[in-house]
Structure formats: structure tokens, C-alpha cells
């Protein structure tokens, strides 16, 4: 594989173009120094037919949100049969719509935040209202949105209100869901010839109030604990069920599943199909910490992924 071409697709046109930008050079750098025949290639949503005129052997899809996480993008690499890292389609439509994978796991008997779905500005007051009578603080969401882009806590009514007005009319679909005071816990997991290895858990403390944006992208914003301060038998039950929930979905290749634990019950409440890859990334860290290097961690994924195009040829 070493010979053939690499291309590392980054940018996007997502809030999250940024973050992949630095997620991409991040990538980039690793395949070289691994001594891969490697290029990037910066999608800014116009030039798709030169990604096709590169003739790659390989796409390290590291476009987050948006078309790289929604399922448009694996859908246009299937269509030209070109091979990908991460994610299918079907998981990627899922997992980017809160809407659509809460229930989901829900359903499959994960707990999971209580919350209410948005789809008309004419529901937003009977909904709140509804969430409002047994809790006394919640978190407004867009649905289809990363990186906390589009994430508001509200401890009152009216300010939830207000914001779930303005989330609806920047990026559609809003969720709103309890608001849970507890450990912020993320699982990052890698696939390795249809085995599921799932790393040390990470505890994340941030010093503002909350999980933002800032938070997760500005060095010094947030504490991050490997392995997180939770005892050994809830560490397996925490692990057991992110890869549960990965194999229920058919992800691919890597991810990163985060969750809430409160009184010794997990509440899972997102799941990412193409994980942050830069120097503040949780994925990278909690490699790291358990012994497996950045170069190492990139060259596991890449392998992984073309150990299961092989395998389906």
C-alpha cells in the first residue's frame, strides 16, 4: 500500500472546516513519516471532480460534520467505487442525526437522556413545556451538527425557548435533552480485522460550565483525566456497551463514542464517526496513553481499512 496513493481528504463545508483543516495536515504528516505515498486534497464543495481526476487508491475521509460525516460523502466515494476510510453511509446518516440515533438506542436499551425532537418552530413551546415539568435545566442541540456547534444549556424556560428558535433557524431539526451533572466520559474506538479494541476511558473537565466548542479546540480550556476516574467494573460496562453500540451501528474502521455517568448509570449521547485527529483530540490521547503513538494510531486505521476492501474483493 505504501506505493500507492493516499489521498487525505480534509476541509468540508461544515462550522467544523477548521478542525479538519488541522485534523488533515495532522494526517498528512503522520502517512509521510510512515513513508506513504501521500497527498491532501482540501474539499471546499466546488472541485468533488478532482478528487475523482486523482485517482486515489485510498481516501483518509477526515472531513468533519457535514458532507463527511452525513453520509454524502461515503455515498459519492461508493458511487465511483473509490475506497474510504470510516463509516458507511447507512451508519453515518444515523449517527450525524441525533434525532434519528437516540431513539435508536433507546430502542436497543441503551439509556440514553430524556429529550424531545423539534421539527416546526409551532411545537417548540409544548415540548419545552413537557421537558420542563420534571427537569429543571436541559441542553438545546442541532440535530446534524459537531463539535458542540449548535449546543446550549438553559436552565430556564425562556432561554431554551430562545435558543431552540435560533438553532432551528441556523441548522434545522433541534433535540433538546435533559441536562445531566455528571462525569463526561468519551470511548475511543478502533477496529482491527472485524475486532473492536476499545481504549482507556477519558474523562473530560471543562473550566467553563460546559463541553463547548471552545472547550474542546482551545489549548489549556479543558482537563482531560486518562484513565478517567471511574472504578474497574463500570470502566467494563462503559467500554462494553461503546463497542455494543459501535457494532450495532456498523461503524467502521474508528470512532468515538461519548456518554454522561451519573450515579452509576451511563447515559450515551453522541456518537462520531470520524473523531477530531488533531493535537487536542481525545482519540490521539487516550492512544497515546495506553502505548500506541500518533503515527502508530493512523497506521492501524489505514490498515484496518484496507485490510476490509481486500477481504470484500
Known amino acids: 500500500m505504501k506505493n500507492k496513493k493516499i489521498v487525505v481528504l480534509m476541509g468540508g463545508t461544515s462550522p467544523e472546516r477548521k478542525i479538519s483543516l488541522k485534523s488533515g495536515e ?30 486515489p487508491a485510498m481516501v483518509f475521509n477526515i472531513i468533519h460534520g457535514g458532507e463527511g460525516e452525513n453520509g454524502r460523502m461515503a455515498a459519492f466515494l461508493d458511487l465511483y467505487k473509490i475506497p474510504y476510510i470510516g463509516s458507511k453511509t447507512e451508519a453515518q ?81 433541534v433535540i433538546v435533552e435533559e441536562y445531566i451533572k455528571g462525569q463526561e466520559i468519551t470511548c475511543g474506538i478502533i477496529e482491527e480485522n472485524k475486532r473492536t479494541i476499545s481504549f482507556s476511558l477519558m474523562e473530560i473537565r471543562a473550566k467553563k460550565k460546559f463541553y463547548n466548542y471552545e472547550a474542546k479546540y482551545v489549548k489549556g480550556a479543558t482537563e482531560f483525566i486518562v484513565p478517567a476516574k471511574v472504578n474497574n467494573k463500570t470502566t467494563k460496562k462503559i467500554k462494553s456497551e ?30 462520531n464517526t470520524i473523531p477530531g485527529m488533531t493535537d487536542l483530540s481525545d482519540l490521539p490521547q487516550v492512544a497515546v496513553y495506553d502505548g500506541v503513538s500518533y503515527d502508530e494510531l493512523v497506521e492501524m486505521i489505514l490498515k484496518n481499512a484496507v485490510r476490509r476492501y481486500e477481504q470484500k474483493d
Open 26 to 55: 495532522n494526517i498528512y504528516n503522520s502517512l509521510k513519516r510512515s513513508g506513504y505515498n501521500v497527498q491532501k486534497f482540501i474539499f471546499d464543495g466546488n472541485n468533488i471532480n478532482e478528487l475523482i481526476s486523482s485517482n
Open 93 to 173: 446518516v444515523i449517527t450525524m442525526a441525533k434525532h434519528i440515533c437516540q431513539p435508536l438506542l433507546k430502542h436497543y436499551n441503551f439509556t440514553v437522556p430524556e429529550f424531545v425532537v423539534i421539527t416546526k418552530r409551532k411545537e417548540i413551546n409544548n415540548k419545552l413545556n413537557r421537558l420542563f415539568k420534571d427537569h429543571k435545566k436541559v441542553v438545546v442541540k442541532a440535530s446534524e451538527q459537531g463539535s458542540s456547534i449548535g449546543v446550549v444549556m438553559c436552565d430556564n424556560i425562556e432561554k431554551a425557548n430562545k435558543n431552540s428558535n435560533k438553532i432551528f433557524k441556523n441548522y434545522g431539526i
Open 242 to 271: 461503546a463497542e455494543a453500540i459501535f457494532s450495532l451501528l456498523d461503524l467502521k474502521d474508528f470512532a468515538r463514542i461519548d456518554c454522561i455517568l451519573k450515579n452509576g448509570t451511563v447515559y450515551w449521547h453522541d456518537v
